[in-house]
T-cell receptor, first 114, second 112 residues
Framework: NAGVTQTPKFRVLKTGQSMTLLCAQD?????MYWYRQDPGMGLRLIHY???????AKGEVPDGYNVSRLKKQNFLLGLESAAPSQTSVYFC?????????????FGPGTRLTVT | GNSVTQMEGPVTLSEEAFLTINCTYT??????LFWYVQYPGEGLQLLLK?????DKGSNKGFEATYRKETTSFHLEKGSVQVSDSAVYFC???????????FGQGTRLTINP
């Protein structure tokens, strides 16, 4: 039981490049989330999903897209990376709306955009 | 909107010292409150929670009491250890909401 895994762990992009971050969970959770963590800012929600085939915008969705084609995977895409997107990205999942506070986090992806 | 404010860090203590990390919140309804902990190089983990006023959450020697009158959820531990060094996040969830709102985090360092 791996929990929540994220790929890759580190990435350096040039401005304007694109990439996709992959999150996978093996707990059969319905809810999945993408956050970014910046110094002094805590975690800010980018996008989330309440089930396979659904996505919704969080607090800071601009510049990102997501897809949830399979229940266990939640992809975060950057179409044209900008230096302001340099951050640590965390994926999380939870079982249901009754237990959304019990979010299980992945280890994070450190992204640098130059 | 809903928000969470934590005491600014970093906080540095000696082993066996008493710890308090302040957390206050703003919410329109009756939120549930949580403390998450992030150890170096890892993702966040749920530390404790309280779902209604006057509830006390506790885990691993840490405690926090939901105080509706002061809109606070301060984290305390009577005797900290070096292994408690981490970043601590206070968070809230409104009833029926599908997401959490996090504070900015407080970095705690415990020296032997």
């Amino acid at each position: 039981n791996a929990g929540v895994t994220q790929t890759p762990k580190f990435r350096v992009l040039k401005t304007g490049q694109s990439m996709t971050l992959l999150c996978a969970q093996d707990m059969n959770h319905e809810y999945m989330y993408w956050y970014r963590q910046d110094p002094g800012m805590g975690l800010r929600l980018i996008h989330y999903s309440v089930g396979e085939g659904t996505t919704a915008k969080g607090e800071v969705p601009d510049g990102y897209n997501v897809s949830r084609l399979k229940k266990q995977n939640f992809l975060l895409g950057l179409e044209s990376a900008a230096p302001s997107q340099t951050s640590v990205y965390f994926c999380a999942s939870s079982g249901s709306i009754r237990s959304i506070y019990e979010q299980y986090f992945g280890p994070g992806t450190r992204l640098t955009v130059t | 909107g809903n928000s969470v404010t934590q005491m600014e860090g970093p906080v540095t203590l000696s082993e066996e010292a008493f710890l308090t990390i302040n957390c206050t919140y703003t919410a329109t309804g009756y939120p549930s409150l949580f403390w998450y902990v992030q150890y170096p190089g890892e993702g966040l983990q749920l530390l404790l929670k309280a779902t209604k006023a006057d509830d006390k959450g506790s885990n691993k020697g840490f405690e926090a009491t939901y105080r509706k009158e002061t809109t606070s959820f301060h984290l305390e531990k009577g005797s900290v250890q070096v292994s408690d060094s981490a970043v601590y996040f206070c968070a809230l969830s409104e009833r029926g909401a599908q997401k959490l709102v996090f504070g900015q985090g407080t970095r705690l360092t415990i020296n032997p």
